[in-house]
């Protein structure tokens, strides 16, 4: 250790990292594992109501108990992308004027601590707890009376959003992790992730049903969305 190891003001607003096997110092023996990657439990929930003509329904789809590794903020609040840094790691780092701050002592990218920046932490781990309404769907079918003026079997007009809403505790861009490293899929690891955009559908189903005169029996069905 050098002198400067030994002063304590040296080390304030640094993390503390954990003598996980007790021997007095810190090490790579100190190393463990952190968070779990797995879900206790996923889901999905079809619900649907209708009222004369018209039909609602949605998909929820949720993850629960699961730990996502934040790797983004290796570059959004530690000094990889050099003097950029998140406002997030500007406002709520330690100081000796903010001592409640989550963050390590802000530095310039020189200064970060390497423990902060290059060593995996408990601060990566997040919960990737989420509820997202996958689909919210509104349609309208035709009256059957108006059906048998022009010979279709139904006309249904209905439109569809997509993504509608996430509950989530994450802090990144998207809970359901989807980030390829060039080899294998990384589902709960997030380096570069794009926003999962809402979308709208505005569709027509046509369905038209031909039918045998003598014999009353349906022939053709054809369906058109």
């Known amino acids: 250790a050098t002198e400067n190891d030994l002063v304590a003001s040296a080390w304030v607003g640094r993390y503390k990292m954990k ?3 007790n021997d007095g110092k810190i090490d790579a023996s100190d190393r463990t594992f952190i968070g779990n990657p797995h879900p206790d439990l996923t889901g999905g929930v079809n619900l649907s109501v209708g009222w004369k003509g018209f039909d609602l329904s949605t998909y929820l789809y949720f993850s629960v108990g699961n730990d996502i590794f934040a790797m983004y903020k290796y570059y959004t609040h530690y000094g990889s992308l050099q003097s950029a840094y998140s406002k997030d790691r500007r406002d ?3 100081s000796p004027e903010n001592p409640n701050g989550i963050y390590p002592m802000w530095a310039t990218a020189t200064g970060e601590s390497t423990i902060a920046a290059n060593e995996s932490n408990s601060s990566y781990i997040e919960d990737g707890s989420f509820l ?3 689909t919210l769907t509104l349609g309208y079918t035709l009256p059957k009376a108006w059906m048998n003026k022009i010979k279709f079997d139904k006309i249904r007009i209905y439109g569809q959003i997509s993504n509608v809403f996430t509950l989530t505790g994450y802090s990144g861009l998207d809970p359901q992790v989807r980030t390829d490293d060039g080899s294998v ?4 690891v997030t380096w570069v992730q794009t926003m999962v955009h809402t ?3 505005v569709n027509l189903s046509l ?4 039918r045998s005169k003598t014999r009353n029996e349906n022939l053709i069905i054809l369906t058109i969305k």
């Open 207 to 210: 369905e038209l049903m031909l």
């Open 92 to 94: 709520n780092s330690w």
């Open 19 to 21: 003598d996980v096997n």
């Open 199 to 201: 979308v709208c559908h």
């Open 132 to 134: 997202r309404m996958q």
């Open 185 to 188: 899929i990384l589902k709960t």
